[in-house]
């Protein structure tokens, strides 16, 4: 009998993803038919960075930066001309401006305007797009159970409800920006481009009209109807982009179910399709098979006890896979803080020298004497000559006597002599609180103060390295966080070992339960080290020391997760601790880790 071909999780995630765009679709295509009707009245895991900065240098200049910008300025730009297109005659857009019976056909600067217009507020869009990290997806994660529920399907919040929420929340932001573009729009357009958009639209007029060559008015004269005009439109856009970005999100953000079962549960080789989402080196199908993977240890028994049984594949049994893709996220972040704490040194190669070849200089002075050297010279006869002679034998009487004077002993003794009038002056016309405000000591001092002002300014934020960002950088990973990978993983494995007590046919998981504690507890205590140890850095002007202020929350829900999954594990084999391997002593550090008191079972 022939093996049945696992299908790619790819193949069955595809289908589901294209459900969820068409039911988001649906309510753009809504909010695009509602703003059609009123303008008619009217006339893409979290970035983990150390610092703000770091985060702006990294991904300034990548193809996503560049490809978010060119789809907001052509949607802008698309936007535009249907609103021009779709304007009536008194809205004054037309690309020709007639003027009276006359006058020559002239280019109109008002569509101009409204297009650059658009063309700026696609600019901020993005910049709000990018800064807020639209393209960010986050998934549900379940929270960890201290018993394997029951199989029945899991009933989440509507995505139509988190739309409407979100929106409701972005409404005020939505309305400022809108707002902002419209009263700057005339100053940065006027200021920035307002030849190079006149000069081109000339061009295109000459080829598409017969308008002829006009010059470019020297004041644009807004009139309060392009104004009113422009927000309008500006803000509709923008409730546009808006309900797309959360719409999407919302929708692709789903649990991995379809009709209330998991995604793999329709494919011929239901596991295999699994262990193949969570062995893609993607991030997205990884993420769904490792949350699809958590929604059966936690509520699909029938499904979850195929797990156990299902021994007989090429590359181990199905259970042995899942423990080493689970616990290896787990794993790293005990990696990464040790890796933080103990950077290892740059290897340097040794050079090799090659041999040296020296070549000889062309001569360039007259060759050497032949006669005697030692003999008497006979003295100079001209007068000049004298006088060099003269000049000559006093130098060589001034290096030739036992105690010549120093020149750089003569500047000193100089300078020192002026820092003994300096401070004479300082005291005498300097208080003692000046003289201190003008000393080394006192200018660094302002010095540092200027810097942590400005560290505390609005200019100084980005370059601020916060206690947050440091933690987070190193125990969820860079360049994006694994939050949703450690704590699904942290409850998909926690609940396959309970319920391997009941379910596991074959007592494999058993001999693992020992790995899988000591990976939580050591990963546990990693975090809580390092999250004690770090010293804050000398930029993060707002760190308070205490609790508080070092309370990561991403950090803080990882450990939650991780505490729990723990608790589990221990409270369904702490009674079999010995058999395991594990020693009374090592039991009872685990559950005094877990939170579960320091008495072993």
């Not at 009707?37 to 990548?62: K, L, V």
């Not at 009113?228 to 982009?241: C, T, Y």
């Not at 006088?387 to 030739?400: D, F, M, P």
Request: net charge positive.
């Amino acid at each position: 009998m022939a093996a049945v071909r696992a299908p790619l999780y790819k193949e069955l995630l595809t289908p589901a993803l294209h459900r969820r765009f068409t039911a988001a679709a649906y309510i753009v295509s809504i909010v695009c038919y509602v703003e059609a009707i009123i303008f008619g009245h009217f006339s893409s895991c979290t970035r983990t960075t150390s610092s703000p900065i770091e985060t702006f240098t990294r991904y300034a200049i990548t193809l996503n930066t560049l490809q978010t910008f060119a789809w907001y300025f052509l949607s802008a730009w698309l936007f535009s001309e249907v609103c021009m297109w779709s304007a009536p005659a008194s809205a004054d857009l037309g690309w020709i401006s007639e003027g009276k019976t006359w006058e020559r056909r002239k280019l109109n600067e008002a569509p101009i305007y409204f297009r650059s217009f658009f063309i700026t507020l696609a600019a901020l869009q993005s910049a709000i797009h990018l800064f807020f990290d639209y393209d960010e997806v986050s998934l549900p994660i379940s929270k960890n159970k201290t018993e394997p529920a029951s199989e029945q399907p899991l009933s989440p919040a509507h995505p139509l409800t988190k739309v409407t929420i979100l929106l409701l929340a972005r409404a005020q932001r939505i309305v400022l920006c809108a707002a902002f573009t419209t009263l700057s729009g005339p100053i940065l357009y006027s200021i920035t481009i307002r030849k190079s958009a006149w000069r081109l639209s000339i061009y295109f007029a000459k080829v598409l009209s017969d308008v002829q060559d006009s010059p470019r008015p020297y004041i644009f004269s807004y009139r309060g109807d392009h104004l009113l005009q422009s927000f309008v439109a500006g803000l509709l856009l923008l409730i546009l982009w808006e309900t797309s970005s959360i719409s999407f999100g919302a929708y692709v953000a789903q649990e991995p179910l379809k009709i209330g079962v998991p995604f793999t549960s329709e494919a011929k080789d239901p596991n295999g399709a699994l262990l193949n989402g969570l062995k893609s080196k993607k991030p997205l199908p990884n993420n769904f098979a490792l949350q699809e993977l958590l929604c059966i240890s936690q509520g699909f028994p029938t499904r979850r006890k195929t797990l156990f049984s299902d021994i007989d594949r090429p590359s181990g049994p199905a259970w042995s896979q899942i423990l080493t893709l689970t616990i290896n996220p787990i794993l790293a972040i005990s990696n990464r803080i040790t890796a933080f704490q103990n950077p290892s040194p740059r290897t340097t190669h040794p050079q090799q020298h090659q041999p040296i070849t020296i070549e000889t200089l062309p001569r360039i002075t007259a060759p050497t004497r032949q006669e005697n050297i030692l003999a008497t010279p006979l003295g100079p006869s001209t007068s000049r000559g004298k006088l060099e002679s003269n000049i000559a034998s006093l130098t060589k009487s001034y290096g030739q006597s036992p105690h010549p004077a120093k020149p750089i002993d003569f500047f000193k003794s100089q300078l020192s002599e002026s820092e003994k009038y300096l401070e004479l002056a300082r005291q005498k016309l300097l208080t003692a609180e000046q003289q201190e405000h003008f000393s080394k000591q006192g200018l660094l001092a302002q010095y540092n103060d200027s810097l942590l002002r400005l560290l505390r300014s609005r200019i100084g934020y980005p370059f601020r390295h916060t206690f947050s960002r440091r933690v987070s950088t190193v125990v969820l990973g860079s360049p994006y966080a694994q939050t949703n990978a450690i704590i699904a993983s942290a409850g998909a494995l926690s609940a396959l070992v309970q319920a391997s007590l009941k379910e596991d046919p074959y007592g494999r998981v058993a001999k693992d339960v020992p790995l899988v504690i000591r990976g939580f507890v050591s990963a546990i205590q990693a975090i809580e080290g390092f999250v004690d140890g770090l010293q804050p850095d000398w930029t993060d002007v707002g760190f308070v020391e205490g609790e508080r202020g070092r309370r990561v929350d991403e950090v803080e829900e990882v450990v939650g997760a991780l505490k729990m999954g723990l608790k589990a594990v221990v409270g369904a084999f702490g009674v079999y601790g010995a058999e395991l391997g594990m020693g009374r002593e090592e039991m009872g550090v685990a559950r005094r880790v877990a939170g579960m008191g320091g008495v072993a079972g």
